[in-house]
């Protein structure tokens, strides 16, 4: 970006930021996640950086967050409520270490023999409200919201209703140099000594909701019709600014304690804390909840252990947390760091890398898969979400490019969680400077210019199945990652190149035939480099290859010649399940080859039947032609057109042949033994209480009998679950015999 591009990138991101800011912390309804938010902010930092002449003092992103509401009474903290600087990988981390070392060098510590040594503390860092707590000779006497950071508002009331936050403090062994002296109503300690009690102490924490109430919260709000709560956050700031304290209590918010201040000049006897971590014993030993999950960390690589460790135990823990605080323990090192701009030095928040950012999208390219498809993809700025850099998303189809509203330019919300793909999941319209252009669908095939034609797309065109799959496991997946089952869910348009010959799509048919024939030494890599070699045009080609072909090309050499060799060899026997599916049918993914091959048992059968006449195939039950494909389970009028039209396509039947021809042996079908129900055709509907619909045809496939879709005179049983659909309409009216799922698991045994 140059200088004046950036210049209004930074203000568009301010005047967003802002808005979000607004949305967050003063009317708590934010619009948009935390991590857009902070997404966002990321950027702009990082363009200050980059461009410093940019820079504004007044500008929103130098300000404490959240302008104290008129309601309440509005209070003057002692000291600024301040805020932390964010490091969001750990090289961040060691930046920051690296600047605080070089200011504590020399050691301010040298003459206490410390050297040079920085010891850190690290703890929880609560997704709540920070609040700030006043106890006057051990009383509660004023509790106050951050507000800007330098004038909050008085929600006294609202706090007394958080039964974590003590209305009277333990007492403390200290002697009474803390300026406070003993306080009559505060209770003995246990040791027997009169407790003394500072005059004035500060407690600063964040008051909270557990997950769990708001899950309560939420299932009434459900019942009364009422809308759901976002998220804790929102909810435990909602109640905070209740008027009425009652409503607060109702909330059953909590509070932890992480800091603890005295009053400016006033000194803390003896017993004065040295150490953050000390701070933290004291505030437990006052009566406050402090968070156990904490730790003293000699270097900076145990900081890490630590963050790693929480990491683990972050998605079950109790309360929402967004990182970890990381402290240089010792006070008197935190107070030479001092504080720069609104945060301290001594402090850093780390953040768990989030599942959502936001990034710029530079283009959308197409590319296209083996059944000609075209899949748009979208190339961005890179990116951090959930732990690794991203650049690209596939967008899935062009329907998606419409239903998102995207446009080249456009900043995008992607996201990632766990290791699922990344995707597009939002356009920040606001973010838009008018220069965004409109994507237009090709009207040639980038690859080979082939003409582009609009299909009905069924939903396994959006995978190309690269990897070997891990049995039932490898289903495919939808956009949204529900498991799909091919043919039979809903079907979208999608664009595709028309061209049989297009070389793009030739490659990935390659490549999905090799991963269904498991020859893992043919990369896409090696696959290409045959291809341009001229060792092979199509996939027959494959299995005529010999070693004298391959030992002579530029780095592979005999041994890795004799390994390809064999590996072809070893996987030309190939179950009739495999090789439907390897044949790349437009719908048959791996169930629904799998459906085909136990159906029909060899080749040949499913071939008599698929090569009836190409009528009425889309018509159900039209009597005779392909009725028997379109009998079995879950073969939906789509699979049947595409099978059908395969079947009839002489280079198909060519290719078949040629594939026998070279030596692959289609194997039959998993042998289903002869059981007790050979020879009996099942149809099950409505829904089975005792296992689902899939173990149900497991069963019945495996002791011989046949599971079809559609009722007819020829079906043996229907079997009927709760809520059946017309197929038991149909059963009663041709007399077919109906069990109960009781009946049925009698007779499964
Ligand atoms: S230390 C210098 N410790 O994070 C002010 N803050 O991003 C930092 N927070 O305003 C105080 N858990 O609301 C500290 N264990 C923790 C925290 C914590 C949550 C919040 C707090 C603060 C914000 C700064």
Redesign the pocket.
């Known amino acids: 970006m140059n200088r004046s591009k950036t210049e209004k990138r930074i203000k568009k991101l301010r005047s967003e930021i802002a808005r979000l800011r607004g949305a967050y912390h003063v009317e708590n309804a934010p619009d948009v996640s935390n991590d857009v938010y902070e997404s966002l902010s990321r950027e702009l930092k990082a363009l200050l950086q980059e461009y410093p002449e940019f820079n504004d003092l007044n500008a929103p992103e130098n300000r404490v967050a959240g302008k104290p509401l008129d309601k309440f009474e509005k209070v003057k903290h002692q000291t600024r ?4 600087n ?1 490091a969001f990988s750990y090289e961040e981390l060691y930046d920051w270490e690296k600047r605080i070392k070089k200011l504590l060098s020399p050691s301010p510590l040298q003459r206490e023999g410390q050297g040079g040594k920085v010891n850190y503390f690290c ?8 609040v700030s707590l006043i106890y006057e000779k051990g009383v509660f006497v004023r509790g106050a919201t ?1 507000g800007d950071g330098f004038i909050g508002e008085d929600i006294t009331e609202n706090l007394k209703t958080i039964n974590s936050i003590p209305l009277v403090l333990n007492s403390l062994p200290i002697s009474p140099l803390s300026g406070g002296g003993e306080v009559s109503n505060f209770p003995p300690d246990k040791g027997g000594l009169r407790g003394v009690a500072p005059a004035y102490l500060e407690v ?1 924490g ?1 008051v909270l909701m557990a997950k769990k109430v708001l899950i309560f919260l939420n299932k009434q709000n459900e019942k009364e019709g009422k809308p759901l709560f976002a998220n804790t956050r929102n909810v435990a700031a909602g109640s905070l600014r209740q008027l009425d304290p009652q409503l607060a209590k109702e909330r059953n918010l909590d509070f ?1 304690a ?2 603890l201040n005295l009053g400016a000049k006033l000194p803390f006897g003896s017993l004065a804390p040295k150490f953050h971590s000390e701070k933290h014993q004291m505030l437990r030993e006052l009566g406050f909840k402090v ?1 156990k999950l904490e730790a003293k960390c000699e270097n900076l690589e145990e900081a890490i252990t630590f963050i790693k460790k929480f990491e683990k135990v972050r998605p079950n823990f109790p309360y929402g947390t967004d990182g970890i ?1 990381i ?1 240089v323990d010792n006070l008197k090192l935190q107070e030479v760091l001092g504080v720069v701009g609104k ?2 030095r001594f ?1 850093a ?1 780390f953040k768990y890398s989030a599942e959502k950012a936001t990034t710029i999208v530079k283009d959308i390219l197409v590319n296209v898969g083996r059944t000609g498809v075209l899949t748009p993809l979208a190339v961005f700025e890179p990116t951090m979400v959930a732990g690794s850099l991203v650049s690209k998303a596939t967008l899935h189809n062009m329907d998606q490019i419409e239903r998102l509203g995207l446009k080249i330019g456009d900043t995008v919300v992607i996201e990632k969680a766990g290791d699922v793909i990344p995707k597009v999941v939002e356009v920040l319209v606001r973010m838009r400077t008018g220069k965004e252009k409109k994507f237009k669908i090709p009207g040639h095939c980038p690859t080979c210019g082939g003409k582009i034609e609009k299909r009905e797309a069924g939903p396994l065109a959006n995978f190309s199945p690269l990897r070997p799959s891990s049995g039932a496991l490898g289903s495919k997946r939808d956009p949204r990652g529900q498991k799909i089952r091919e043919g039979a869910a809903s079907f979208s348009v999608a664009y595709y190149c028309s061209n049989p010959k297009c070389p793009a799509k030739n490659e990935r048919y390659l490549e999905h035939f090799v991963s269904v024939f498991e020859i893992y030494e043919l990369g896409p890599k090696i696959l290409r480099r045959f291809k341009d070699e001229g060792l092979i045009s199509d996939a027959t080609d494959i299995f005529t290859l010999k070693k004298e072909d391959i030992a002579p090309l530029e780095r592979f050499g005999e041994k890795s010649a004799d390994n390809i060799i064999a590996e072809i060899e070893n996987k030309k026997k190939i179950l009739l399940s495999k090789f439907l599916w390897a044949l790349g049918i437009l719908h048959v993914g791996e169930e629904t080859a799998r459906d085909l091959a136990i159906h029909f048992g060899t080749l040949e059968k499913l071939l008599s039947s698929a090569r009836q006449p190409a009528r009425n195939v889309t018509q159900r039950d039209s009597g005779g032609d392909l009725a028997e494909i379109d009998s079995i389970e879950n073969i939906g009028p789509a699979v049947l057109k595409s099978v059908s039209d395969f079947f009839h396509d002489k280079n198909n039947l060519n290719f078949i042949k040629k594939l026998k021809k070279n030596g692959v042996v289609i194997e039959k079908a998993e042998k289903i033994k002869a059981g007790k129900f050979t020879g009996l055709s099942f149809v099950l509907t409505g829904t089975l209480s005792q296992m689902s619909r899939e173990i149900a045809k497991e069963r019945i496939l495996a002791l011989g009998g046949k599971v079809v879709g559609s009722v007819s005179k020829n079906t043996s049983y229907v079997v009927a679950g709760a809520e059946p659909g017309s197929k038991l309409k149909t059963a009663e009216k041709l007399g077919v015999k109906i069990l109960s799922e009781e009946d049925f698991l009698k007779m499964l045994g």
């Open positions: 409520m301040l805020s932390l964010d703890e929880v860092k609560f997704d709540g409200l920070a951050r600063r964040e932890v992480y800091d968070e605080v402290s945060a301290p402090m928040a």
